[in-house]
């Protein structure tokens, strides 16, 4: 049986939604009240927040409202994780056009709820108003410590730059989501590659990872949703440096080459410029890299470059490219 909104109304809905996360631990007020009460935790405090707008950040066609949901905690996570910190509460704004049935916003708090769960957040309130599109906005708290947070401008001039996991699946993913309609070939390498499609639709945070950059003596961080390409940019430019990125050595996920064939395209080209991955890029001593490679276990990290002296981000060899990667002004889904 399919509800609408107007069957419901606010506060109905609100019930609805609710009702489907799970206990807020550490929270002392939550959901139903005018502001969250939270238990206090030691160390510095951090806040993120991001919203994703369907049509920009997000397609139904391609992704679930389960798939959406998650996404919109987990990107969150994700800000706390490139500081070296731990995700604790997270508070929900929901946007909904009229006419939206209320399974799909019962499907978006499924993922919320599923992405809480599988990083240890509590979902501590949040709001729902009527929009022109649909928008999930997620504001986040958590802690760094006990080492202080990393930030973007702590590189130095040769310190290496490395990255966590594989890059590339996430816009490749995409790019076969939108083709599969039409087009047998993308719909054969989705099904081929399953994980292009999971990495669009499921962002992965990197929580331990980002905690043992932090210990390990990460001097720069940054996660991996504009691109490599641009995300390093943003590195050089807080810090006031430049890096060169050694293209052969970027871990790239399986698929992405055939996609890149596609596109008439290099690999290494949609890997630094897609983004949407949600690894780490991690900048530090070239001394720590073994230590810390030891401590991710399984979680491979790749040295892709090095901080240098200058601006801008080259390649080896020293040619400039023109920046590209994801830009909320010049981009879109």
């Known amino acids: 049986m399919h509800h609408d909104l107007s069957s419901i109304g606010e506060f109905g809905l609100i019930r609805r939604l609710v009702g489907r996360l799970d206990p807020a631990v550490g929270v002392i007020v ?21 919203m994703l707008v369907e049509g920009v950040h997000f397609d139904l066609r391609f992704s679930g409202p389960a798939d959406v949901g998650f996404k919109a905690l987990a990107v969150n996570v994700s800000d706390v994780a490139a500081m070296g910190g731990s995700p604790w509460w997270a508070t929900v704004a929901l946007g909904v056009p009229a006419g939206t049935p209320v399974e799909v916003l019962e499907g978006i708090y499924d993922g919320l709820a599923e992405a809480a769960r599988a990083y240890g957040v509590a979902v501590a309130g949040g709001d729902t108003v009527i929009a022109p599109a649909l928008i999930l906005s997620v504001s986040m708290t958590g802690t760094a410590g006990p080492h202080p947070p990393v930030c973007r401008d ?6 290496v730059i490395c990255v966590t996991g594989d890059v590339g ?11 599969a309609a039409t087009d047998p070939d993308a719909r054969a ?17 990197r929580v331990a990872a980002g905690r043992a950059a932090a210990e390990f003596g990460a001097t720069a961080m940054i996660d991996v949703s504009d691109g490599i390409w641009a995300d390093v940019g943003h590195i050089c430019e807080r810090s006031g440096l430049g890096a060169v990125i050694n293209e052969a050595a970027v871990p790239i996920a399986s698929g992405v080459a055939e996609v890149a064939e ?25 001394s720590a890299v073994p230590n810390l490679a030891g401590a991710l276990g399984e979680v491979a990290l790749t040295v892709i470059g090095r901080m240098q002296e200058g601006s801008g981000v080259a390649l080896v060899g020293g040619s400039k490219i023109p920046s ?6 010049r981009s879109s889904l």
């Open 324 to 329: 590209f990667g994801w830009d909320h002004f």
């Open 154 to 159: 702590g590189a130095r001039a040769g310190d």
């Open 30 to 50: 939550g959901p139903g009240d005018d502001a969250a009460v939270l238990a206090p935790r030691p160390g510095f405090v951090l806040a993120t927040t991001d």
């Open 189 to 205: 390498l989705l099904k081929r590659y399953p994980g292009l499609a999971v990495a669009h639709r499921r962002a992965r945070a």
């Open 262 to 286: 596609r596109l008439s395209c290099k690999s290494w080209e949609l890997a630094l410029g897609g983004g949407d991955d949600y690894e780490l890029v991690i900048v530090l001593p070239e």
């Open 169 to 179: 699946a996430a816009s490749a993913g995409l790019t076969l989501l939108r083709a």
